[in-house]
């Protein structure tokens, strides 16, 4: 059966931004549902252990606000994944509770359902026992004990959620953690449209106007599925699609380009066609998706310790010749008066990491030049200790050696230099991933908790 | 190291380069040739392959990941990072500067 045309708005990342009159053009053309994409792991685990989302209130508000008041007027479903950020259950209440706010603003009335993706680290012991727990290469190593380290773990959602949210009528989908494409391959595969197809138009979408040109900050992409191909168009007047544009999102921080992995699908994209559709709109065609058995994503985080920082800044040239050795040189004063304040053994626990920027704080051990030159160094120095009392003790240790360091050509005279008068700075508890594992699960919903409302 | 620098490196072959996450554990380098010929000239010559990757980045070619993408003209280049995007210990949290190396790969 021919399903006909669907389209539908990206508006690429939910609280940076998007043209209000993108977001207008897009609804003139006629559109079946407008998705937002809201999640990312770039900015590391702490979103997801428990810090704050990446933008304010503000910003957030605003997006949703415009979003929300743009679907009721279509009245076409809005879909949001990944809820301010992590998607973790917070990030759902924080929406769901801005999005309350905003409909008693505008008078809006709509059904709300919100979908939580937490999961109990249990679960995942009882399915690492029963072998349906598979790493995904690059993995680190993941066994009982390490599942139940994590504070927090939530599995990646299909479309499955989505689907059955609209199933019982929702509006609005406040999705917890769920793959940038699930968001807009859930209702083009409930109408039939080809999987293949569908996936891979939700690849390109999931940025909005990530895959036009320029590249300026992101904005409402145009999305039309057909049988055999999908037409991707930017709604700003100054942005445009071209078949190499298009094409270089198929690359966008995806390790393999040319398979991309989904809860229960793998789609092929080695022999996708990218053409001219207008001057300013592309065609692609060529994807082929093959059902898989049913896996979802883990993202978990677990405490890495409390970690404090100092900063400080070298211009004598004495040390800036000798920095390799000036550094090395400090650490028996720091293990000698660690052990006296803290005892045998503590220094051991922590983890010091000194970056001398100008040498190799960027690249770490893969900087490739490895003579330093300059007349002037920055060091950027933390300590990562297993309580905060200890990381307290010990960075200030630290900083004092640091700070009364001998030069090497004065004898011992000057001292460093730093920009601010608290000189270190308290991080707090920090975290990293500790999974990157595919899980099996009984039934795609299994996973996941859906929880609907009307509003208003 | 050599008194002759090659004259010609893959920086000088590229017109653009993205570099970034592909999820916390994987950084994944775009290199974007200007024209086909470019394109097919860098692949024609194998400089980039496993191997050199893997000796800049301290890895074992089989950990190396190698994509040539024709639609849009790039090699995709994919390597673990050395620790979880954002664990103690990170320097690029995103990994959005970890090609530079590749840029001094000779080009003949």
Redesign the interface.
């Known amino acids: 059966m021919d399903p006909g045309t669907l389209s539908y708005l990206s508006i690429g990342s939910l609280g940076t931004g998007f043209g209000e009159e993108s977001l207008e053009r897009g609804l003139a053309l006629g559109i079946d549902f407008i998705g937002a994409d809201a999640g990312s792991?770039?900015?590391?685990?702490?979103a997801l252990a428990g810090g704050p989302p990446a933008w304010s209130d503000a910003a957030y508000r605003r997006d949703l606000s415009l979003l929300l008041r743009a679907s009721r007027r279509a009245g076409v479903p809005l879909l949001v994944g990944s809820c301010a950020l992590s998607g973790r259950d917070w990030g759902v209440d924080y929406f769901a509770d801005m999005a309350r706010s905003i409909a008693e603003e505008f008078d809006l009335h709509f059904s709300m359902t919100r979908i939580y993706s937490e999961i109990e680290p249990e679960l995942v012991v009882e399915r690492l026992a029963a072998g349906r727990v598979h790493a995904i290469d690059?993995?680190?190593p993941y066994d009982a004990e390490r599942a139940r380290r994590s504070s927090r773990i939530v599995a990646v959602m299909g479309v499955e959620p989505f689907q059955r949210a609209l199933d019982e009528g929702a509006d609005l989908v406040l999705a917890g953690r769920a793959t940038d494409t699930a968001i807009f391959a859930a209702i083009p595969l409930a109408r039939g449209f080809d999987p293949g197809l569908t996936w891979h138009a939700g690849k390109i979408a999931e940025c909005g106007t990530g895959s036009a040109e320029p590249r300026r900050r992101l904005d409402v992409l145009h999305v039309q599925l057909e049988k055999e191909s999908f037409v991707v168009q930017p709604l700003a007047d100054d942005l445009r699609c071209t078949?190499?544009s298009v094409?270089?999102h198929?690359?966008?921080?995806?390790?393999?380009?040319?398979t991309l992995v989904e809860p229960g699908w793998t789609t092929d994209m080695r022999n996708?066609?990218?053409e001219a559709a207008s001057d300013r709109s592309v065609r692609v065609s060529g994807s082929v998706a093959v059902p898989t058995t049913y896996t979802v994503k883990l993202e978990g985080v677990e405490s890495?310790?409390f970690?404090r920082m100092f900063m400080l800044s070298v211009r004598d040239p004495t040390i800036v010749a000798a920095i390799d050795t000036w550094v090395s040189g400090i650490q028996s004063d720091i293990a000698i008066r660690c052990r006296e304040v803290l005892g045998e053994g503590a220094l051991e626990q922590c983890?010091v990491?000194t970056?001398v920027y100008g040498r190799d704080?960027?690249?770490?051990?893969?900087e490739?030049i490895t003579r330093f030159e300059g007349h002037e160094a920055f060091l950027l120095v933390?300590v990562?200790a297993p309580d905060q009392a200890t990381c307290e003790s010990a960075s200030s240790v630290i900083w004092y050696a640091f700070m009364h360091a001998k030069s090497p050509g004065w004898r011992g005279g000057t001292t460093v230099a730093w920009p601010f008068t608290r000189a270190i700075h308290d991080i707090g508890e920090?975290?990293?991933?500790?999974v990157?594992h595919a899980m099996e699960v009984d039934d795609p919903l299994e996973t996941f908790r859906l929880e609907s409302e009307k509003v208003r | 190291m050599s008194a002759d620098p090659p004259t010609r490196t893959l920086q000088d072959a590229l017109a653009s380069v993205?570099s970034?996450?592909?999820?916390?554990?994987?950084v994944?380098f775009?290199l974007?040739f200007s024209d086909r010929e470019t394109f097919l000239d860098v692949i024609e010559q194998q400089v980039l392959t496993k191997e050199v990757v893997g000796a800049?980045?301290?890895l074992e070619p089989d950990?190396v990941?190698i994509?040539e993408?024709e639609?849009?003209?790039?090699i995709?280049v994919?390597v673990?990072r050395?620790?979880?995007?954002?664990?103690?210990?990170?320097?690029?949290?995103?990994?959005g500067?970890?090609f530079?190396?590749l840029l001094?790969i000779p080009l003949r």
């Open positions: 792991v770039d900015g590391g685990p702490q690059p993995a680190p078949p190499f094409a270089a198929q690359l966008h921080e995806v390790a393999d380009p040319f996708v066609r990218y890495a310790g970690q983890e990491h970056r704080g960027t690249m770490g051990p893969r490739p933390d990562v920090v975290f990293r991933f500790n990157h | 993205r970034k996450n592909a999820g916390p554990f994987t994944t775009d974007f800049l980045y301290g950990r990941r994509f993408f639609p849009a003209l790039a995709k994919s673990p050395l620790v979880p995007g954002g664990s103690p210990g990170d320097s690029d949290v995103a990994g500067q970890q530079v190396p001094d």
